[in-house]
């Protein structure tokens, strides 16, 4: 039975909720762990979640020669690239503006969206969407001028943009004929297994120096995060489109901020701010032109 959208968006909000604040956990974690490293262990610890959850639509499946492939691609692009880059961005760059970042992903899925379906696009939207980089060049830029201060940071969190944007398409075209728990699953084993010949072994022996909060916050948000809130998602991407769920996601920049500031007592800057609005009208105005 189909839910309501009001029960759609509220989990949509959820997710959204966890993930703004995944950029402050995150960057509490890379201070004591290896980028790869994190991802092995919260990949591991989210398939060890999954496997109840999953195992009856699991074990019945039949995907096909081009569902195996696009559950492999979902999984090197969505999964295994998306969060390695995630991290490693967070050793070079500020959560704040890294969420301002990603929060150019519902224009970016939107964008794919039109080129891959053949979806015209008109003036509101690719204005939208030039109004949401201004925001971003100036929150990168810091207000300065025009020579960008784009540092391997932006970079990799561009890359985790992106990467999540296909990912999102991708898993609505699987969802026309795979159940959310085969999707989830085998996304996640395959990027499990994809980034396992990428990982900096050496550091993992130091892991075990770690202090147990840490490995406490890793593991739940692990499984809250991206065990239980991607398989939630994907459920509501089948219901709802990618390209219209995405655009909640624009509300990860203000959560980044605010529990920026209450786990790590940083305040946020007029540059961040002004530029998380700008970003936002762009993709409020994008969302006009879809209407």
């Not at 909720?17 to 980028?35: D, E």
């Not at 398409?169 to 026309?176: D, F, T, Y």
């Not at 840490?214 to 219901?239: K, Q, S």
Request: with cysteine.
């Amino acid at each position: 039975m189909k839910r309501s959208q009001v029960t759609l968006y509220l989990i949509a909000l959820f997710c959204v909720t966890a993930w703004g604040s995944n950029f402050v956990f995150g960057s509490i974690l890379v201070g004591q762990f290896n980028p790869g490293i994190i991802a092995i262990l919260r990949l591991f610890f989210i398939l060890l979640f999954l496997y109840p959850l999953t195992r009856r639509h699991v074990k019945g499946s039949h995907p096909g020669r081009n569902g195996w492939l696009l559950l492999v691609i979902g999984g090197l692009v969505g999964v295994s690239f998306n969060q390695w880059s995630f991290y490693a961005s967070l050793h070079y760059t500020d959560p704040v503006i890294a969420s301002l970042i990603l929060a150019l992903s519902p224009i970016v899925t939107v964008a794919l969206s039109g080129f891959f379906l053949k979806e015209k696009r008109g003036f509101l939207f690719w204005a939208g969407a030039g109004v949401g980089l201004a925001g971003v060049w100036l929150v990168i830029t810091k207000g300065t001028g025009f020579v960008p201060s784009i540092g391997k940071g932006e970079w990799l969190i561009g890359g985790t943009m992106l990467s999540f944007s296909i990912f999102l398409l991708l898993v609505q075209r699987m969802s026309a004929t795979m159940e959310t728990g085969v999707i989830t699953w085998y996304t996640n084993l395959f990027g499990l297994i994809g980034l396992l010949p990428f990982v900096s072994w050496g550091a993992l022996p130091e892991a075990r120096l770690v202090g147990m909060e840490f490995w406490v916050m890793l593991v739940v948000t692990a499984i809250v995060m991206h065990g239980l809130c991607t398989y939630l998602w994907n459920g509501v991407i089948r219901e709802a489109g990618a390209s219209n769920i995405a655009l909640l996601l624009n509300l990860e920049p203000f959560i980044a901020m605010l529990a920026s500031y209450l786990l790590l007592g940083n305040l946020m800057s007029v540059v961040q701010v002004v530029g998380g609005l700008i970003i936002i009208a762009g993709i409020l105005l994008s969302i006009r032109s879809r209407r």
